[in-house]
């Protein structure tokens, strides 16, 4: 498991997204996510874990 922890701005970017999406994913319990008093947080393996779960194969 990587214990790397990333703030919202920092998944927003590696992710390609505004934060206003990734608060909407939290919110909808789309992505998963470490709350930390009023902080949110994310892995690295649950972000890679919602990569690839969204990860679309056209075979």
Known sequence: MNN???????????????????????HKKKIKHVKIGSRVLFSQDYINEFIKANTINDE
Not at 4 to 26: C, D, K, M, P
Request: glycine share 4%.
């Open 4 to 26: 790397n922890l990333f703030n919202v701005q920092e998944t927003a970017g590696y992710l390609h997204i505004s934060i206003s999406t990734l608060y909407r994913w939290v």
